[in-house]
């Protein structure tokens, strides 16, 4: 899991889920005028709100954040983790709702009249606010470019190494003079990677010119195939150094940590190593 692939967005989805867990510990009741000796009981006393809330908002949120933090999407049932993280957060929001409203349960309105039960605790309301805030985090974060912005932005680097020496921080930490990607400083009649050998008289393209350069993406964005189809081979995750091998109009071609390599169609706001 790379923590930093993980968004602004999902930085408040972790808080909530830490402010839910908090609440689970305090009153889910509220009754006016009792004792101090009484000891109402906390968010775990109630089945329905230990299932509907809290547990539902803790794996939602847990999937969120998971599901962000894979280097390639997990589906189950068609949907991918994010999603269903997101449903249990909206589900955990409206059982929490369902619950400040009636927090008895029904039980007040046997034998009696309907207002003399209890009203809804301190915890039960911070549980509320807590899904409110999940569930509006999980659904808006793919939408909202401040939410997509990285939680832990990518460090620069502090002692630029030449491509092809041992970086301090292994692969994916930029250098400061890059040789062509495949060729051997000093030896000429190299090619550019993925180049091929002009024939007499052919026009010099463009791509000759390239030189390959360690990038970082400011929201995670996917890679294509090389071949032009529009099937997402990778992400590239915020706060990782990636390789830019050769130039296609204003998409790049890259090489993730693992090899493979693909189209970025998006190099908006990319930051250069």
């Not at 280097?71 to 269903?84: C, N, T």
């Amino acid at each position: 899991m790379n923590i930093r692939s993980l968004t602004r967005g999902d930085g408040v989805v972790i808080g909530a889920a830490v402010l839910l867990f908090i609440a689970s510990f305090l009153d889910l009741y509220s009754l006016d005028g009792a004792p101090d000796s009484i000891e109402l009981p906390s968010l775990w006393g109630s089945g329905p709100v230990v299932l509907g809330v809290i547990l539902a908002g803790l794996v939602g949120a847990a999937l969120v954040v998971v599901a962000r933090g894979l280097s390639q999407p997990r589906k189950v049932a068609g949907l991918d983790l994010g999603q269903f993280g997101a449903a249990f957060a909206v589900f955990a929001a409206w059982s929490a709702l369902g619950n400040v409203f009636d927090p008895a349960g029904g039980t007040n309105n046997v034998g009696g009249s309907a207002s003399a039960g209890p009203d809804a605790g301190t915890g039960l309301i911070l549980a509320l606010i807590a899904t409110v805030i999940m569930a509006v985090a999980a659904i808006a974060t793919p939408l909202v470019p401040a939410l997509k912005g990285a939680l832990v932005p990518a460090p620069r680097p502090a002692a630029p190494q030449p491509y092809g020496a041992q970086p301090q921080g292994g692969y994916g930490y930029p250098g400061a003079q890059q040789q062509p990607y495949g060729g051997q400083p000093g030896q000429p009649g190299q090619q550019p990677y993925g180049g091929q050998p002009q024939q007499a008289g052919q026009q010099p393209q463009p791509a000759a010119d390239f030189s390959p350069f360690w990038f970082a993406v400011p929201v995670p964005r996917p890679l294509y195939a090389e071949d032009g189809s529009q099937t997402p081979i990778a992400e590239l995750a915020p706060g990782t150094w990636y390789l830019a091998v050769e130039q296609r109009g204003p998409a790049l071609v890259a090489q993730t940590q693992d090899g493979r390599r693909g189209v970025l169609q998006d190099t908006s706001g990319i930051q250069r190593g």
